[in-house]
Nanobody, 122 residues
Framework: QVQLVESGGGLVQAGGSLRLSCAASGRTFSMYAMGWFRQAPGKEREFVASISLHSSTYYADSAKGRFTISRDNAKNTVALQMNSLNPEDTAVYYC????????????????WGQGTQVPVSS
């Protein structure tokens, strides 16, 4: 069992930056691939970024060059640094955990946080 708690969301102006953090419980965090997803009002949940057990990263096209995912296995945390935010980034952001192999598909993740809101004003 893994419990995930996101933090760091909040209102930001277009062009600004925000750093989201996700704290995981449990002693086997290093055995989980981690992902960040987001869900805008009226839209389906979509992939943002993932990081493997060995810290290989993968990004959605919308996140490339602007967002950076990282993990700290000693602290059981995963972070998402978001730069150059625009109103289209407005969503609830979720972190998720999956045993061993990362994925871009929400249905393949076993554990989810409660989400943190990121409204971006124009």
């Amino acid at each position: 069992q893994v419990q995930l708690v996101e933090s760091g969301g909040g209102l930001v102006q277009a062009g600004g930056s925000l750093r989201l953090s996700c704290a995981a419980s449990g002693r086997t965090f290093s055995m989980y691939a981690m992902g960040w997803f987001r869900q805008a009002p009226g839209k389906e949940r979509e992939f943002v970024a993932s990081i493997s057990l060995h810290s290989s990263t993968y990004y959605a096209d919308s996140a490339k060059g602007r967002f950076t995912i990282s993990r700290d296995n000693a602290k059981n945390t995963v972070a998402l640094q978001m730069n150059s935010l625009n109103p289209e980034d407005t969503a609830v952001y979720y972190c998720a955990a999956r045993r061993v192999i990362d994925s871009t598909l929400p249905r393949e993740y076993n554990y989810w946080g409660q989400g943190t809101q990121v409204p971006v004003s124009s």
